[in-house]
């Protein structure tokens, strides 16, 4: 089945610096990445999504680039702010087939003021 | 507000009892998963089902069962509780039958002592 790696564990930043969080998959069949924020004691919240025929997606300050060769997936966030302090997941998933999605461990980012 | 709901919000029960727990998906949402969020093996896909069938399949124990109802919702049953089943249950709706585009319910922390 599918495995996703994701690095690193922890992630501390500089209020205004960048956070880039990355992901590794296992099944080159997969084809749809999102991304889940999951705030202390919430839900996991979906803040973008990708599907392998693209190759990078922005949403104001977050951006996920997929590099399909090297089965990896990564997660910028630009000018970070306090409010961004969270852990972050990235899935994988084949669609159509299983509809599984398998997460990565998180990160957990802090941004410091 | 992901537009997802879930009962009971907590839940303490003993060792070799039985729980259910309720989801319901978004308005006209016709898939509901199912994860278990637990600190060891983080986010694990259980189940989705898809305008009352059973869609897809991942680490779902034997022990437990789920079903979906004619007005979508969803119910997940826990049985023989063991003390290793103590975690966050998650569910999420999707419009799709895929496993793209799925907004997460607030959870339900289950405690089995």
């Known amino acids: 089945g599918e495995n996703v790696e994701q690095h690193p564990s922890t992630l501390s930043v500089q209020e205004g610096d960048s956070a880039v969080i990355k992901c590794t998959y296992s099944d080159s069949a997969s084809n749809y990445f999102p991304w889940y924020k999951q705030e202390l004691g919430k839900r996991p919240q979906l803040i973008i999504d990708i599907r392998s025929n693209v190759g990078e997606k922005k949403d104001q300050r977050i951006a996920v680039t997929l590099n399909k060769t090297a089965k990896h997936f990564s997660l910028h966030i630009t000018e970070t702010q306090p409010e961004d302090s969270a852990v972050y997941f990235c899935?994988?998933?084949?669609?159509?087939?299983?509809?599984?999605?398998?997460f990565g461990t998180g990160t957990q980012l802090k941004v410091e003021l | 507000d992901s537009g997802v709901t879930q009962t009971p919000k907590h839940l303490i029960t003993a060792t070799g009892q039985r729980v259910t727990l309720r989801c319901s998906p978004r308005s006209g949402d016709l898939s509901v998963y199912w994860y278990q969020q637990s600190l060891d093996q983080g986010l694990q896909f259980l189940i989705q089902?898809?305008?009352?069938?059973?869609?897809a399949k991942g680490n779902i124990l034997e022990r437990f069962s789920a079903q979906q109802f004619p007005d979508l919702h969803s119910e997940l049953n826990l049985s023989s509780l063991e003390l290793g089943d103590s975690a966050l249950y998650f569910c999420?709706?999707?419009?799709?039958?895929?496993?793209?585009?799925?907004?997460f319910g607030p959870g339900t922390r289950l405690t089995v002592t």
């Open positions: 899935a994988a998933s084949l669609t159509g087939g299983g509809n599984k999605l398998t």
């Open positions: 089902y898809y305008n009352g069938e059973e869609r």
């Open positions: 999420a709706s999707s419009s799709k039958g895929t496993a793209e585009g799925q907004y």
